[in-house]
């Protein structure tokens, strides 16, 4: 009888412990893709930025010289605001399509 009883704890040990891998799992990349809030306005990373675009991280400091892209520098830490880079993106959309000429 004790044998099935320490079974028991230990199955439901390990049941738990799963269920809270699976939890840290989860909350590990709902953070990986979380963008922070301020004021209304979403922040993004070089990285996140450079994985956006689709474009390395010597492009992204060109972009920034060349003034290309609008940026927050604080200290050493750089930041892009969301909306900033979609007006770019939407102020420099160029069209295939020859009835919009």
């Not at 922040?43 to 689709?54: F, P, Q």
């Not at 930041?79 to 959309?93: A, P, R, S």
């Amino acid at each position: 009888m004790t044998m099935d009883l320490l079974t028991n704890e230990a199955e439901e040990i390990i049941a738990h412990q799963e269920l809270i891998m699976q939890l840290r799992s989860r909350i590990e990349e709902i953070l990986k893709n979380y963008r922070p809030v301020m004021n209304g306005e979403i922040y993004l990373s070089g990285e996140d930025v450079c994985r956006l675009l689709h474009i390395s991280k010597r492009t992204l400091q060109q972009y920034r010289d060349d003034k290309i892209l609008p940026y927050i520098q604080i200290g050493g830490k750089i930041i892009y605001k969301e909306k900033d880079l979609m007006n770019v993106l939407e102020q420099n959309y160029v069209s295939n399509n020859p009835s919009s000429i």
